[in-house]
């Protein structure tokens, strides 16, 4: 098993910056991939793919809304997975969540269908 703990949502201003940590702890050497996903607060719609990361490799990957926004990162001897926020939009308003998988490639990567453990979340709220 492998847990996951979201931190640095916020209240910010558009055009702000934020960033989110996700602590991993257990199972961590079985991780091929990690990502990023969002959710708006009021829910109803599917978790969206923001960014992934390979725990090995480091390879990075985004969605066409936050490229050139938004930098993945992961630092595997301290198992945290990150994610930098720059030019902030009202749009990014969503709750965030980590998440990690075993068995991963670039095209279902970029969905939820590899990812098996999630975070509890930590909501972003960016106002114009």
């Known amino acids: 098993q492998v847990q996951l703990i979201e931190s640095g949502g916020g209240l910010v201003q558009g055009g702000d910056s934020l960033r989110l940590s996700c602590g991993v702890s257990?199972?961590?050497?079985?991780?091929?991939?990690m990502g990023w996903f969002r959710q708006p607060p009021a829910g109803g719609i599917d978790r969206e793919f923001v960014?992934?990361?390979?725990?090995?490799?480091?390879?990075?990957y985004y969605a066409e809304s936050v490229k050139g926004r938004f930098t993945i990162s992961r630092d595997s001897t301290k198992n945290a997975l990150y994610l930098q926020m720059d030019s902030l939009k009202s749009e990014d308003t969503a709750i965030y969540y980590c998440?990690?998988?075993?068995?991963?490639?670039?095209?279902?990567?970029?969905?939820?269908?590899?990812?098996?453990?999630w975070g509890q979340g930590t909501q972003v709220i960016v106002s114009s």
């Open positions: 998440a990690a998988a075993y068995r991963w490639d670039s095209i279902v990567g970029l969905t939820t269908t590899p990812y098996e453990h």
């Open positions: 257990g199972r961590t050497g079985s991780i091929s991939a």
């Open positions: 960014a992934a990361i390979t725990w090995l490799g480091g390879n990075t």
